[in-house]
């Protein structure tokens, strides 16, 4: 099992561009979350999906968006970007009780 | 208000010390917490949650309620110990983290 899986790597994008961040979550797992981590901090829930559906949402404006597929993957959208959205975006995943949340290595985003 | 704050950005000892990484929640409920470390170029991964009361890698964590605090303890740090340490208070009825922003645990030999 290669655990939580993330695409791509690393990316530098430009001021008001848009991103998309993929995810594939560990198997048997149906619940994906998104975290953003800033340098020097901890990771900031984003918002999280199940069934297809975002269930839960951080203190995120509407620029940050996604979406989960029917295998359980899902995608992270972020449109306009900011100088100040430059990151580390986690994808977490774990199966409906939560006890355990799985990490994957993240993506850097950098915004020029 | 849901947080939790770690008070040490950087914590340095030497191989053989015992060590305190230091966290404190603020939640009106009953909260899960957790302990996550990532190592050098490795992905965050879960050491300990206080509901399972285990010492993983010889580190254990107790909940207190009174002082809402989740320090993790370990009575000798070694070198392979040296990363950073994140905790984190998931809300009940959530299936979310809520984190600290960590400390950086560094053992000199």
């Known amino acids: 099992d290669a655990g939580v899986t993330q695409s791509p790597t690393h990316l530098i994008k430009t001021r008001g561009q848009q991103v998309t961040l993929r995810c594939s979550p560990k198997?048997?797992?149906?619940?994906v979350s998104w975290y953003q981590q800033a340098l020097g901090q901890g990771p900031q829930f984003i918002f999280q999906?199940?069934?297809?559906?975002?269930?839960q949402r951080g203190n995120f404006p509407d620029r940050f968006s996604g979406h989960q597929f029917p295998n359980y993957s899902s995608e992270l959208n972020v449109n306009a970007l900011l100088l100040g959205d430059s990151a580390l975006y986690l994808c977490?995943?774990?199966?409906?009780?939560?006890?355990?949340?799985?990490f994957g290595e993240g993506s850097w985003l950098t915004v020029v | 208000a849901q947080r939790v704050t770690q008070p040490e950005k950087l914590l340095s000892v030497f191989k053989g010390a015992p060590v305190e990484l230091k966290c404190n929640y603020s939640?009106?409920?009953?909260?899960?917490l957790f302990w996550y470390v990532q190592y050098s170029r490795q992905r965050l991964q879960l050491l300990l949650r206080?509901?399972s009361r285990e010492s993983i890698k010889g580190f254990t964590a107790d909940l207190n309620k009174g002082e809402t605090s989740f320090h993790l303890k370990k009575p000798f740090a070694q070198e392979e110990d040296s990363a950073m340490y994140y905790c984190?208070?998931?809300?009940?009825?959530?299936?979310?983290?809520?984190f600290g922003a960590g400390t950086r645990l560094a053992v000199h030999p």
């Open positions: 977490a995943s774990s199966d409906g009780s939560g006890n355990t949340i799985y």
């Open positions: 198997s048997g797992h149906d619940t």
């Open positions: 999906y199940y069934e297809e559906e975002e269930r």
């Open positions: 939640y009106s409920g009953s909260p899960e």
């Open positions: 206080h509901i």
């Open positions: 984190a208070l998931k809300p009940g009825g959530y299936n979310k983290l809520i």
